[in-house]
């Protein structure tokens, strides 16, 4: 018996990537059909794709992969797929010294991040293959290459915004309403940190700390997710505003096995700016 | 190159994949071979007014922490063994002090806290004891090469060729997501006729709980490369399959293996 699958959009298949998650420019919405494939590349795409400062960030030795990125970002995009690039760091490598080294920076915007980016456009193009022809088989078996590298480049690019040097504000705990709400939710800002230390140093192997907000009930929670499960995967209505990255390449070449100091430095660099736009948008 | 997920009789709360040779499908067996009753050695000592039991030792690898330089660097080994396998036997001692679990053995306390997969918390610790130091016996100083004898008999039948075996156990390595093992693995009763088996996990999972025989593993957990080769895991398990893994202790475990099905 022959499996038809319904021509959807692509968002219909990925209902756990939604375009707020992705802090980008909402998704064109293309139809799959082969006929309409003449769609206008999206503006914002091509300029991301295509953005100089994100190339001159990268040093000598990696033009070859970022050519080699954008080249197939730009081969996929002339054949109408929205395709992501990696977002640029508003910040040096060095600037979050000491509590994240320059080096760790750059391993893990560079090479980390740009491979989550790589494979999440690679594995979107295969999936409009596989269901241009109708092979439900293959579309399924894709789904786990789509949320661990969809979900890798979602949460870096949470991450990111969630960082800032100390004398742009980095490691200031959070005023006004935000601020309120983590000591009516958590008692107090000790507890809170306590909180998520606590949770990120327990977790098994690869994964992510969360601050949460709960948007149906308007409550802030703390989370963890595995590998690069986004914090949607936990509930629908969670809208992460921090992740703390506790995969050992975000810290061990400068803390080694001492997860709990760096849990305990990197809050000397976490930026409540973006966390706070988010809140205030959603408890509005 | 193809992919079956275990058909366990108790579902898995992790991932399992098995990659197999050209047929694959095989019921995954569920009978749990038990390797002879290991004693540990235990030592008390006073501690103030609380006397400690330590169950169980870091054993140290089968060779010095620098004898595998310049493939896996001595700085590495003294946190991969020093730090982290240490506080793994650390942790787990104190976790079954006063518990049914210390008066078993490693592999039985690995097989009981696995708990049908829903883990129960000394299962981390015990699994990743019994990883680390099953991953130091999988390596020697001037290793690599190919394997031979019985050995490479089998994993001709059950895999083509030696090379089609690395070349899945590569991938397995690769591709396990975040942080786990890959293994070659023996299955005492396949429905297929093939006793080898390429097998990959998450974590602190392995293959002992699905009642296979590790014969090799290689840990892909970060901490174990990420010193000497940062995010490049593919020239890491490279550099195991050419110049670190003992196909003289596969062998060896194989023997065991086989002496232990017949």
């Known amino acids: ?284 | 190159m193809a992919t079956a997920t275990v058909a366990a009789t108790a579902p898995l709360s992790n991932g399992f994949l098995l990659r197999r040779g050209p047929n694959e499908g095989a019921k995954s067996a569920r009978s749990l071979q038990r390797t002879k009753n290991q004693r540990q050695s235990a030592s008390s000592r006073r501690f103030g007014a609380a006397v400690i039991t330590a169950k169980f030792d870091l054993k140290p690898p089968p060779y010095p922490l620098n004898a595998l330089e310049p493939h896996m660097s001595a700085n590495t080994l003294s946190f991969h063994w020093g730090k982290h396998h240490r506080a793994y036997v650390d942790n787990l001692n104190k976790q079954i002090v006063g518990t049914e679990l210390e008066a078993k053995s490693l592999e039985d306390i690995v097989i009981q806290t696995y708990n049908d997969g829903d883990l129960l918390p000394p299962f981390n610790n015990a699994a990743q004891i019994w990883n680390h130091d099953f991953f130091w016996e999988s390596m020697k100083p001037g290793g690599g090469g190919k394997p031979s004898g019985e050995l490479l008999k089998l994993i001709e039948r059950d895999f083509g060729s030696f090379e089609k075996l690395c070349e899945e156990l590569r991938a397995a390595a690769a591709t396990q997501f975040g942080s786990g093992w890959a293994w070659l693995a023996f299955n005492p009763r396949p429905s297929d006729g093939k006793e080898l088996l390429v097998v990959k996990s998450p974590n602190a999972v392995n293959p002992l709980v699905l009642g296979y025989i590790p014969l090799l593993t290689i840990d892909v957990w970060e901490h174990a490369y990420y010193l000497d080769y940062q995010n490049r895991r593919p020239d890491y398990i490279s550099i195991f399959m050419e110049k670190l893994v003992s196909w003289d202790a596969v062998s060896a475990k194989l023997e065991v293996a086989k002496a232990q099905a017949a």
Request: glycine letters at 6%.
């Open chain 1, 1 to 284: 018996m022959e499996m038809h699958l319904p021509r959807r959009r692509l968002p219909y298949l990925l209902p756990h990537l939604l375009p707020s998650q992705l802090a980008l420019p909402p998704r064109s919405l293309l139809p799959l059909c082969p006929q309409t494939r003449s769609i206008p590349i999206p503006p914002m795409a091509l300029r991301a794709i295509a953005s100089r400062k994100t190339l001159a960030a990268l040093g000598s030795g990696l033009r070859a992969q970022a050519r080699l990125a954008t080249t197939a970002a730009a081969a996929a995009a002339s054949r109408g797929l929205v395709t992501f690039s990696l977002p640029d760091l508003p910040y040096d490598y060095g600037a979050l010294e000491p509590a994240v080294s320059a080096e760790i920076m750059q391993l893990h915007h560079q090479k980390h991040h740009q491979s989550y980016v790589t494979n999440y456009n690679k594995a979107l193009e295969q999936l409009e293959d596989a269901v241009a022809r109708d092979d439900a088989p293959a579309v399924v078996k894709l789904q786990s290459a789509i949320k661990f590298n969809g979900g890798g480049h979602i949460n870096h690019s949470i991450f990111w915004k969630n960082l800032a040097p100390i004398h742009e504000g980095g490691g200031e705990p959070p005023k006004g309403s935000l601020g309120w709400a983590i000591d009516a939710d958590f008692g107090s800002w000790e507890a809170f940190v306590q909180k998520m230390n606590a949770e990120g140093a327990a977790l098994q192997g690869s994964g992510w700390v969360w601050l949460g907000l709960d948007k149906e009930f308007k409550k802030l929670v703390v989370e963890t997710t595995a590998n690069q499960d986004p914090l949607v995967t936990k509930g629908a209505n969670l809208v992460p505003l921090i992740g703390i990255d506790v995969w050992e390449h975000a810290y061990y070449l400068q803390y080694k096995n001492a997860k709990p100091d760096y849990l305990k430095n990197i809050w000397k660099v976490i930026d409540w700016k973006y966390a706070s736009e988010v809140y205030e948008k959603e408890c509005r």
